[in-house]
């Protein structure tokens, strides 16, 4: 696990437009590094495997974007990066994480529930799909409760 840099872009990009309906752009990465986002990779054998993007704010933090390599997925991989944005998150203060997740994403939804997340709203027609729109559930992590690894 390590911070991303602009040299990892390429192959983030790569995993999130084989892996996410709706990708981020090059645009959206840089702008996440270009501001004081947490952005993380994580490699296997040196084969950059999986990505989140942390949004910190004074003491909540929003976890705006996580993905692995098709290849990669059910190892245990996004487990293991969301735990670690949780206690990157927990380092700085934050006594709270939220995220937005499409309502349809029950492999996402299923992952965030592992961690400790909790649906606490709904946003109606927060993303577009190939019929129209989907909603967001929001779900919250509260840090405090949790006994993070290491
Ligand atoms: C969501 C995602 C990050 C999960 O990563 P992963 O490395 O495959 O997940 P893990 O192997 O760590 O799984 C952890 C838990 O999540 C749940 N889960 C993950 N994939 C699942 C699937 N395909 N079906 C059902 N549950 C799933 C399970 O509860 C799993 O625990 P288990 O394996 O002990 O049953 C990955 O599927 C992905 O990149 N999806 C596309 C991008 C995306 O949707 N990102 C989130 C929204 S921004």
Known sequence: MRLMTVADVDAVLAIEQAVQAYPWTRGNFCAALNSAYLCCVDEVAGELCSYAVLMPGVDEAELLNIGVAAAHQRKGLGRVMLSAMLEAACARQ??????EVRVSNQCAIALYRCAGFVEVGMRRAYYRNEKG???AMVMVCDISSLSLAG
């Open 94 to 99: 934050m006594s709270r994480v939220f995220l």
């Open 133 to 135: 729109s989907d909603d």
